[in-house]
């Protein structure tokens, strides 16, 4: 079955209908294995591609953004990770085949421009953090299970596009806004992405009996790591940074 | 034949003598349906993507670069747009199939490095700026006329690279020179060239049977507005920027 | 069962063992070609990507940056441009197929981060410079043999990918970490790499029969130019650059 599969993302003789399905199957497929309808699954998926879109446009809009600005840095923030993932894998791009994200992105970095005034309270911006951390686990780790299944690099490649996947959207909008990036300061942002994608592929490799309990696992430690981070501020400890040279 | 062209496009077991007839016939679709002789079209296009290269060098030029970053930022604001639709939609980058892209880009960069002094007038820079707004205006639409023939994400995948090849090389210049991108300030660039797809993928929709007039309407239109833009120095208005927070 | 997997990643027509083959082949073409053994050869190009990777990280590391930065900057600087080229040629990314560059890539990164203190000794320093310059000498050489095998954009994208490759993942690594990049200071780097490529591409198409020694002719030039500049401090001179406008 794996053989299979992989037959058809990979050649391009098939019909479209058939990659689509494809790799919708694919997409949720931590989720179907698991036994949760789809519907709940994609749901899921919107509302944190929601999250991701919103907070990448909040992240810029402080700075005075016109609507067409907010709109692609938004859809970039939301979509930029797993873009630069199905380059490198050379995979169709997911959006590609499947504009519901797209659309949701759209519609997610619209409302953010025009609700800016709700969101510069504190509660609801945060509601937004936590939503975004959310979506980083899901989608970190939705990614390293998707180059798994390629076969594509293992046992590296995978737990290095589960963090691309997560992080390089808000790279490509901070470097296009001329904000520093999350590279250069002391947020844990990406170290939680990090380790929950390295105990999935670890798992995955023990125990690939138990694919669907493994991702769970993992997403709700990546986000109970950042939910820990973004409640009690926490930051990189000091003897894991550089020293900066005085000069 | 439509059906068959794609075929060709989209499968990857013909030899490459067949992508480089069918590429080309492609790129120049929307001139050849309308009846006007590739040459023409041709050297439109390469004036065009002249304009692209040489803006890029005299956006930089005022800082002090040296010959070859003037190339390489030069063909990258000519090439770079074009060369991300193409690595997102899978098809081999334009500028691999037809080298004169590269050769008019690498001439024109030289040619404003050298000529640099004169581009300091006002009049001849302008004129460089309205060649500039008829490239970004031929290229999008050209590009959605593209990603349409696809079949790749329609209907928004279409609008989104139409935008992305028009301003995407401007936006990795401004990024590895450490300029603003065009996303943080005022300038109407972008916008125009959004609306223009939009109503060339709306136009396709609805009149499919009239591409060739349909594209030079929308061409028409973006370079317009674009003209506008340049000629009364128009901005984004006020209400649709959001308030920059004092703190 | 290696075999098999890029059996269907890879399959563009051609059965996967000439394809594993070919890229291997073609890797250390260079190389094997001149009669010096494979391990020789892959500990010589270990060597070069570490040196990428260590001045990656030492570059950026006077700043104040936390370990996970460290790698993925290391990783980045030495896997980037390479990643670029192959992603632009469409053929599966380099180190998805020999994952030995990642792991050079990021145990050199660590050490780096942990021996910083040592590489702020002058000498040090100095000899990571010089292992640096020769692997961007022998990677954009192998880059532009690669390019030319393929028969893609001759004879210009050898020579752009050439450079592309040397320089690409210094380039992503000071955007993100907001350093101004290579093309904006007047640092001997890429002059270097440029003028190399363009001779071993002209050596190729004029003498065929004598690529190795064409390789090995052009890696040392572009080695013995960049160790020069390092040596003599050397800059791009005057003439080669555009006046500052004061205003």
Known sequence: MQANRLDHITSFEITPAEIVNNRIVQITLSNNSN?????????VQ???????????VIAVSSRGIDLFSACVLGTITALGGGTIRDVILGVPVFWS???????????????????K???????????????????????????SNKVWDLGFGIPVAP????????????????????????????????IPVLLGCLLYVLLV??????????????????????????????????????????D
């Open 35 to 43: 036994g949760v309808p789809v519907d709940i699954a994609t749901a």
């Open 97 to 115: 085949i499947d504009l519901n994200y797209v659309w949701a992105s759209l519609a997610a970095a619209l409302l953010a421009f025009i609700g």
């Open 159 to 190: 737990v290095m596009l589960g963090v691309v996947t997560a992080i390089g959207g808000g790279l490509i909008r901070d470097v296009l806004s001329g904000h520093p990036t999350l590279l250069m300061n002391r947020d844990l942002y990406a």
């Open 117 to 143: 005034p709700l969101f510069d309270r504190q509660h609801l911006f945060r509601l937004m953090l936590y939503l975004d951390g959310f979506g980083a686990a899901l989608f970190a780790v939705q990614a």
């Open 205 to 246: 490799a023990l125990i690939p009996e138990h694919r669907a309990v493994s991702a769970i696992v993992c997403i709700s430690l990546i986000f109970g790591f950042r939910s820990a981070v973004i409640h009690w501020n926490l930051s990189v400890p000091h003897w894991l940074i550089t020293k900066p040279k005085n």
């Open 46 to 56: 919107m509302l944190a591609i929601m999250a991701f879109a919103m907070t990448g």
